[in-house]
């Protein structure tokens, strides 16, 4: 339960005490019994309990946009792009270089490979996975003579050809056989993994070198730097030791997210995002006063309580 929610937790509580003097309750063999229930009454407390629960919301949401104001500059990286936001505008750059997003395509074709026939070794193929793969065996051809006449340096051009070679001469067995068993599938995988952690060495050399590039470029003295923050969306399934949190965690030199930097977790928006800076600013000046812990309101507002109470539980 978040604390935007708390509100209505509470009200629940609330009405029953405020219905008190409408014989809500009646004593009874030593406990309170509900004997009648005031409609009206309760019509009118829980009308009052929203409009204060709305009233929070309105204050709360009224001051987020006030710390996002304040928090001026921050930095945004988004898929592929990386804003800065100043005080009246907002200035996008690119943020993965041409060699990052080419040798990413390359790797997805045998990743691809696999997924397709993962659950579908050791029996005949269908017709769609036969048709999918003589497209991917495609992607692997065509790129193939892309490299050939490459800009790029010879070992990366070799390892490309590598990858693509055993993945289009994989694609051809199964596309004759019209089946894989399992073991030749995860030895394909096996094989083909440390060519593909090189390209991923390339690239991420090439968009932390990018990156660097642009913070070295804004060049923020130490007061401005105390004071940035950085949003990242993230998937969920990259989120854990991601290298661009990796690169801002040296750069702020601090060992986890939550001070300068904030992590947007499976979203497409950048307002959402964006929102979330404020509220992440002003849940840490809540939990300042109130805790004497900054990070406090970033943890369930009730983690303390269900750890008393499922230790009570485990001592019967």
Not at 26 to 54: C, H, M, P, W, Y
Not at 246 to 259: A, I, L, R, T
Not at 267 to 286: C, Q, R, W
Request: some cysteine; proline content about 2%.
């Amino acid at each position: 339960m978040t604390k935007l929610n708390i509100v209505k937790y509470i009200s629940i509580i609330l009405c029953l005490f405020f219905c008190n003097h409408n014989n809500l309750f009646a004593q009874g063999s030593g406990r309170n019994k509900i004997t009648q229930i005031n409609i009206n009454q309760e019509k009118f407390v829980g009308t009052r309990l929203e409009a204060a629960d709305a009233m929070f919301r309105q204050i709360y949401a009224q001051k987020v946009g006030e710390k996002i104001d304040k928090a001026k500059p921050f930095i945004l990286i988004a898929n592929d792009n990386f804003y800065l936001y100043n005080k009246d505008t907002v200035t996008l750059k690119k943020l993965t270089p041409v060699i990052y997003n080419i040798l990413k395509s390359v790797d997805h074709i045998p990743l691809a490979v696999f997924v397709l026939l993962d659950d579908k070794t050791d029996t005949k193929l269908d017709e769609s996975s036969i048709a999918s793969l003589k497209e991917l065996k495609q992607f692997s051809q065509e790129f193939s003579d892309m490299f050939k006449f490459s800009y790029i340096s010879d070992e990366t051009v070799t390892n490309q050809l590598s990858i693509l070679k055993s993945t289009t001469e994989f694609c051809d067995l199964i596309i004759t056989n019209k089946t894989i068993g399992k073991n030749d599938l995860y030895k394909f995988a096996n094989t083909i993994a440390s060519p593909l952690m090189k390209n991923a060495d390339i690239a991420t050399d090439s968009l932390l070198a990018h990156l660097d590039a642009y913070m070295q470029e804004l060049n923020f003295d130490q007061k401005s730097k105390e004071n940035l923050h950085v949003i990242i969306l993230t998937a969920h399934m990259a989120r854990e030791k991601m290298c661009i949190f990796q690169y801002f965690q040296k750069y702020f030199n601090e060992n986890s997210e939550g001070q300068h930097i904030i992590l947007a977790e499976d979203s497409n928006s950048n307002e959402m995002a964006v929102k979330l800076l404020g509220k992440h600013i002003l849940d840490t000046d809540i939990a300042k006063a109130f805790f004497n812990d900054p990070s406090r309101m970033h943890k369930d507002l009730l983690y303390e309580a269900a750890q008393k109470y499922l230790n009570k539980a485990n001592e019967k």
